[in-house]
């Protein structure tokens, strides 16, 4: 059936590195995607969102870009930092509809 | 704004007594969202609404009831408490085709 999914579950980065979290998609009706990330105990909070239009888009050290072709999306994190470990979702919307979330991906960083 | 409110933040039940999640949202967003998140998983959409009296099942419906008789108001039931319903309970809204906003979710635990 139509999914979002994630390729790794979990990411350790080094602190000062950069983090690339994958998002693989199956819908290519989907029109609008958008990056979500949830710290513990907290509702998830969004991040950054691109629609099908665009292959890229950036924002304040994240960077998200979408690959129509393969139906993937990426999100890129610049100068990871403590702050920045969290669980990070993806969501894809097609129309109208619920969005579609991944599982998720936990990011932890060390320092 | 305060965005998405809920109400209670934690709950503790007995089996088989029955409860009311609040949730209300000041934005004017025609759509609203009820998920749970079991530990350490992803997002599952409960029910959701795309305007006032009008609301539709999601993906795990059973065991609860929705109503949505106002555009800000929300609520949550659940009338005979299982230890299955044992989750994290988050309420969101947003306007047409756009990014989903995200309250701060209910605690609620069954015994």
């Known amino acids: 059936g139509e999914s979002v999914g994630l390729h790794l579950p979990t990411l350790s980065v080094q602190e000062g590195d950069n983090s690339i979290i994958n998002c693989a998609y199956s819908?290519?009706?989907?029109?609008?995607f958008i990056w979500y990330k949830q710290e513990s105990g907290k509702g998830p909070q969004f991040i950054i969102d691109i629609r099908s239009n665009m292959d890229k888009r950036q924002g304040q050290r994240v960077t998200v870009l979408l690959n129509k072709t393969v139906k993937h999306l990426s999100l890129q994190i610049a100068a990871t930092q403590p702050g920045d470990s969290a669980v990070y979702f993806c969501?894809?919307?097609?129309?109208?509809?619920?969005?579609?979330f991944g599982k998720g991906t936990r990011l932890s960083v060390i320092a | 704004n305060a965005g998405v409110t809920q109400t209670p933040k934690f709950r503790i039940l007995k089996i088989g007594q029955s409860m009311t999640l609040q949730c209300t949202q000041d934005?004017?967003?025609?759509?609203m969202y009820w998920y749970r998140q079991d530990p350490g998983m992803g997002l599952k959409l409960i029910y959701y609404?795309?305007?006032?009296?009008?609301?539709d099942k999601g993906e795990v419906p059973n065991g609860y009831n929705v109503s949505r008789s106002t555009t800000e108001d929300f609520p949550l039931r659940l009338e005979l408490a299982a230890p299955s319903q044992t989750s994290v309970y988050f309420c969101?809204?947003?306007?047409?085709?756009?990014?989903?906003?995200f309250g701060p979710g209910t605690r609620l635990t069954v015994l």
């Open positions: 819908n290519s009706a989907s029109d609008y």
């Open positions: 609404s795309v305007g006032a009296g009008i609301t």
């Open positions: 969501a894809e919307n097609r129309g109208n509809t619920p969005l579609v």
């Open positions: 969101a809204s947003r306007p047409r085709a756009d990014t989903q906003y």
């Open positions: 934005m004017n967003h025609n759509y």
